[in-house]
């Protein structure tokens, strides 16, 4: 049960896009299109951002946007707010033996 | 309004035992699979353990398994994670997630200090 492997931090100015990465292998992030995000506000609960690789939950922004290629998944922010610096962390399923594996957090500064 | 309100943490010794509860409102408590989730100071969100929403099936991560049962009570809403053998490293704040295939709500924590 291997965490995922995201970036420890990536920043953007106000405005631009971001891209975070998570890669796992083909045990979980390869294979099952059951990756979701997680924004955390230290202090606060974390909030689902995307789900299914790409599915925004109602009332999240369209700026979250979530993609997967192989192994690797991504999750872009674009139009970078304040309000977006956070711990950003991925999540995949892993089947019946790894069940949730999380990636290892990137957090997110806003320049 | 979805509401998870998880209890029962507090300062334990190594080698001791905790029950945490978390209190469900706001959904069908049976109809979904339930999830722990830990983040210990410093460190990122970490995956302890998923029940489903029957309570036949049971999924723990390596670092926990034989050492926390999760458990669930559908008449009363309740989701729980029984510790034994605690260890220093098991010191984190301790999330009671709904599941369905990604953590859709979560509670605001209970914390877990194993600490002589």
């Known amino acids: 049960q291997s965490a995922l492997t995201q970036p420890a931090s990536v920043s953007g100015s106000p405005g631009q896009s971001i891209t975070i990465s998570c890669t796992g292998t083909s045990n979980d992030v390869g294979t099952y299109n059951l990756v979701s995000w997680y924004q955390h506000h230290p202090g606060t609960a974390p909030k689902l951002i995307i789900y299914?690789?790409?599915k925004r939950p109602s009332g999240v922004s369209n700026r979250f946007s979530g993609s997967k290629s192989g192994n690797t998944a991504s999750l872009t922010i674009s139009g970078l707010q304040a309000d977006d610096e956070a711990d950003y962390y991925c999540c995949s399923y892993g089947g019946t033996s790894a069940f949730n594996v999380f990636g290892t957090g990137t957090t997110v500064t806003i320049l | 309004e979805v509401r998870l309100l998880e209890s029962g943490g507090g300062l334990v010794q190594p080698g001791g035992s905790l029950r945490l509860s978390c209190a469900v409102s706001?959904?069908?408590?049976?109809?979904?699979?339930m999830t722990w989730v830990r983040q210990a100071p410093g460190k990122g969100l970490e995956w302890v353990s998923s029940i489903t929403d029957s309570g036949h099936s049971t999924y723990y991560a390596d670092s926990v398994r034989g050492r926390f049962a999760i458990s669930r009570d559908n008449s009363n809403n309740t989701l729980y994670l029984q510790m034994i053998g605690l260890r220093p490293e098991d010191t984190a704040l301790y999330y009671c997630?709904?599941?369905?295939?990604?953590?859709?709500?979560w509670g605001q924590g209970t914390t877990v200090t194993v600490s002589s």
């Open positions: 299914g690789v790409s």
């Open positions: 997630t709904k599941d369905q295939g990604h953590m859709d709500f």
């Open positions: 706001g959904f069908t408590f049976r109809d979904f699979a």
